[in-house]
Every structure is written in structure tokens, then in C-alpha cells.
């Protein structure tokens, strides 16, 4: 056996022996006294806590081995960066909290989203015209022309833009509109087009169907084009298309200096204090965060038949009516800072209390899950195309997110467990 073998087992051997003096001990202190010595920091001293379980520099014990040997029933223990500390109600803590899980798209403009209608529907009627020859007979390629005016839109500097940026989208709206205006011919003269072969008539009806989808699509880009280039109209975001592959897609802006503007859908999460997700919904548009708060507490009640003890969530959350929500409903403890406007002394008083500071604490835990969504269970960026996909994609980031945390919390309790059996032997 080596020697750092050795230091470890006999590390193991004194930690052990220190925490069977611990549960000796610890019975003969009230509960403030017990409070003080779970919340020590790592004890390596001959401090007045030491000297009273008996410890001294050759026989310390770890804030682990204090947590094992003394831990209230119904507490809920989560390390933040402030360290360990505890939880009343663990089954019923609620923290939410939003962030933008991003759509597979490039960035859009309007000369983009003008080309990739271009291409896109050239590509597709060239693959119905191997089927149907004669069909797309009348039907004229205009990649090139389409391609060479969006590089030169996006080539142009800022004095160029402000004397030729709308004579060359009028060229390429003219080249667009040509190109949908054809296709739609096409459409129309392969609508009585039938086929021997089962297989050919199926592909057949599949590119007529994806011809019309993006014709459709086509139309709403040069509207918009038009608007907002020649006619300088400031057009609402929901009326925009951001993409003809994913144009379910929403602008999300949360005044983040870093990301400005994020393309995809908003998603409320709503967190226990074991680190489980027990609420998570794909929003439509990009709706106020204090919106979510009574659909949240409704959720809650529906899932475990009661309200939360603690309800925690950011600045954002926050509003009269919120507050007022909650204790409606039965929250004990509201932890939602104020959002703009002048604190009244009451209200300064009342978020320096301890229980509030906990919930904010601990709703800080939520950042932090949403960061392992997004790093080690591939949220950030959905892949899959449409908003089902979507859906069902961030349905099962949250599944497994769930699964392991549950392994966890069991192999800890298995852990846990063992030791205890272990002190008592």
C-alpha cells in the first residue's frame, strides 16, 4: 500500500471517528446550537466549536461529515457560492426562470431571405421538371442574376447604400416576384399531370406541395421587403418572416449587450429545490416574463395538489398583481425584487430579510441549470426542423436533465445511507 493510500484510509478512519463524536454530542445542544455548528466552515482549529465536539488539528472533520451526523427532517441541503445551507418545503420551492433556446437559421436579412427564395424554388421545380419535362417548360433560371444582386447588397458600403442600396432590391424584387410568378404557373399547369408509377406520382404530389409552401413564403418576403426597403414602414416583428426553412421563428430582445437579438422561441422554466425542472413551456412570441407568473402557480397547484412554499424569480417577474398572486394562492414566501421605480423604506426592509436573500440565493441555482440545459444537454441551438421538432427537442433536454438528477439524488441517498450504516457499526 502506498503512501498516499494510506493517508487517505486513515483520513477516512479520523473523519469517521469525529463524526460518531458529533452524534454524541450534538444531542446535548438546542436547536440554535445545532444550527451554529452545521453551518462552520471546515473545522481545523482548536475554535470554541472544536473544543466542544472534541476536535482538534489531528482530528478534524469535514462540513460534509457535520451535514451527515446532524440534518433536519424536511430541509433541503443545495451548495450555491455562498456555500451549503437549507431549505425548508423541498417539494414545494418554486424558481423560474426564461431564457432563448435559438432556431437552426442564418442571420436574416431581406436580400438573404429574397435569394434563398430564389434558389429554393428553382431547385425544387428543376426536380419536378426531371418527373414532368413539358411541365416546366416555361419556367426560367434566375440563381445567377438573383445571387449577383444580394452580393452586391451585401458588398455595399455606407455611402453606397444611401444612393443605390433600393434601386438593386428593386431589381432583385422584380427577379423574385418573376421567379414565384412561374412557379405558380408551373403549379397550375401539372395540376391534372399523372403518373404510371406509384413511387413518381407520391414525389410528384411532395414537390408540388413544397412549391406551393415556398411560393406562399416567397410572397410574404417581397411584401415585407417592399415595406420596410422602399416604402421605409417600420413593420411589426410579428409580421416578419426570419426564415423560409423555420418560419416559426421569433425575435426575442432582452437588452443583453452581448446578444442583442437572438432568432428562435422564448422558454419558461420552472425549478425545485432538488434541481428538478417541473415546468417548462415554448412561448409564442416574445411575451414579458411577469406574464408567466399565475400560469406557473396554476401548474404547480395542478402538479402537486398546493402551492409553493417559496416562490423566487428575477426583477423581471415582477409586478403588484404578481405579488398579490402569489399570496392568493398561498405562497408563504415571495422572493421577487423590485423592478424600476423608487424603493419605499418598507420595501428596502423587507428584501434585506434573511428568507428573502435565501430565495434569491437559491433562485440563482436556476442560471446555473439552465447553463447545463444549454452546455451538456445540447439546448442552446434545436437542430430539428419545424415547431413540433422544436418542441418535442426541448421536451427532451428537460427528460434528461430530470433522469440524471434523479440518478443523482438516489446515489447520493444510496451514499448516504451507507455511511450512516457504516458510523453506527
Request: glycine share 6%; aromatic share 6%.
Amino acid at each position: 500500500m502506498n503512501a498516499e493510500k494510506l493517508y487517505r484510509n486513515r483520513r477516512e478512519d479520523a473523519n469517521w471517528q469525529a463524526v460518531r463524536e458529533v452524534q454524541r454530542a450534538l444531542p446535548q445542544k438546542s436547536v440554535e446550537d445545532r444550527a451554529r455548528i452545521v453551518n462552520t466552515r471546515d473545522s481545523t482549529s482548536n475554535s470554541e466549536g472544536d473544543r466542544f465536539c472534541r476536535l482538534t488539528r489531528n482530528r478534524c472533520v469535514r462540513r460534509r461529515g457535520l451535514f451527515d451526523a446532524y440534518e433536519q427532517a424536511g430541509t433541503n441541503r443545495r451548495a450555491d457560492a455562498n456555500g451549503s445551507r437549507s431549505l425548508h418545503s423541498r417539494n414545494h420551492t418554486h424558481y423560474v426562470a426564461g431564457s432563448v433556446v435559438q432556431t437552426d437559421i442564418h442571420h436574416p436579412t431581406d436580400s438573404a431571405l429574397l435569394w434563398d427564395a430564389v434558389r429554393v424554388i428553382t431547385r425544387l421545380v428543376q426536380r419536378l421538371g426531371e418527373i414532368i419535362p413539358r411541365g416546366v417548360s416555361t419556367f426560367h433560371n434566375r440563381t445567377r442574376a438573383a445571387k449577383r444582386r444580394h452580393q452586391q447588397i451585401q458588398r455595399m458600403t455606407s455611402a453606397q447604400r444611401q444612393t443605390r442600396l433600393a434601386g438593386k432590391y428593386r431589381e432583385l424584387i422584380e427577379i423574385t416576384e418573376e421567379v414565384v410568378q412561374s412557379a405558380h404557373a408551373v403549379l397550375e399547369k401539372t395540376k391534372e399531370a399523372r403518373l404510371r408509377d406509384v413511387l413518381q406520382e407520391a414525389l410528384l404530389r411532395k414537390l408540388r406541395q413544397e412549391i406551393a409552401h415556398y411560393g406562399q413564403l416567397g410572397e410574404r418576403v417581397l411584401d415585407q421587403t417592399r415595406r420596410r426597403v422602399l416604402e421605409g414602414e417600420q413593420v411589426p416583428n410579428s409580421e416578419k418572416l426570419f426564415s423560409l426553412f423555420e418560419p416559426h421563428t421569433d425575435l426575442i430582445k432582452r437588452g443583453k449587450p452581448r446578444t442583442p437579438e437572438e432568432f428562435g422561441h422564448k422558454v419558461f422554466l420552472a425549478e425545485s429545490a432538488q434541481g428538478l425542472i417541473t415546468q417548462y413551456e415554448v412561448l409564442e412570441g416574445n411575451p414579458a416574463d411577469q406574464d408567466q407568473v399565475e400560469a406557473s402557480l396554476l401548474h404547480h397547484q395542478a402538479t402537486f395538489d398546493r402551492p409553493p412554499y417559496s416562490y423566487a424569480a428575477d426583477r423581471g417577474f415582477h409586478s403588484v398583481d404578481n405579488e398579490k398572486a402569489c399570496k392568493v394562492e398561498g405562497v408563504k414566501q415571495v422572493s421577487i425584487p423590485q423592478r424600476g421605480g423608487q424603493k419605499t423604506p418598507r420595501r428596502q426592509a423587507y428584501e434585506k430579510t434573511p428568507a428573502f436573500k435565501q430565495g434569491q440565493r437559491f433562485r440563482s441555482g436556476i442560471e446555473g441549470r439552465i447553463s447545463v440545459l444549454f452546455r451538456g444537454r445540447g439546448m442552446k441551438r434545436c437542430r430539428a426542423k419545424g415547431r413540433e421538432r422544436f418542441e418535442l427537442f426541448v421536451g427532451a433536454a428537460v427528460l434528461a436533465n430530470n433522469l440524471l438528477r434523479i440518478a443523482a439524488l438516489l446515489l447520493e441517498k444510496k451514499k448516504k445511507n451507507s455511511r450512516r450504516s457504516k458510523a453506527a457499526a
